[in-house]
């Protein structure tokens, strides 16, 4: 059974940080590519970060560029999700997907959220004083 986990998320102040985890099981992580994404209440889904699959070479969207990393743990099967310096804007249910097929869903210049096909259920975030 492949399926994805994510925890780490809660309610913290803004320029606060919180780490992000993407667990797997039943699959490796580090043969795939893994990407973040959000979805704030009464939003379109938003791509966050990517990690591929063989480089390890992330990409991120500019509203988190800077702030936020996106890791690989291969002893934990885990990828990571830091988020520094978090503002307001960054409240949303985060979720992490893998891309299974091999398709072109994190390249050195784009991610591609359609191609990512295993997703977790998410984790919610809330920035707020």
């Known amino acids: 059974h492949l399926q994805l986990v994510e925890s780490g998320g809660g309610l913290v102040q803004p320029g606060g940080s919180l780490r992000l985890s993407c667990e797997a099981s039943?699959?490796?992580?580090?043969?795939?590519?893994v990407g973040w994404f959000r979805q704030a209440p009464g939003k379109e889904r938003e791509d966050v970060s990517c990690?591929?699959?063989?480089?390890?070479?992330?990409i991120y969207a500019d509203s988190v560029k800077g702030r936020f990393i996106i890791s690989r743990d291969r002893a934990k099967n885990l990828v990571y999700l830091q988020m520094n310096n978090l503002k307001p804007e960054d409240t949303a249910v985060y979720y992490c997907?893998?891309?299974?097929?091999?398709?072109?869903?994190?390249?050195?210049?784009?991610?591609?959220?359609?191609?990512?096909?295993?997703w977790g259920q998410g984790t919610q975030v809330a920035v707020s004083s």
């Open positions: 997907a893998a891309d299974l097929e091999g398709n072109p869903s994190c390249t050195s210049n784009r991610m591609t959220s359609a191609f990512f096909g295993t």
């Open positions: 039943g699959f490796t992580l580090d043969s795939y590519a």
């Open positions: 990690i591929t699959r063989r480089t390890s070479s992330t």
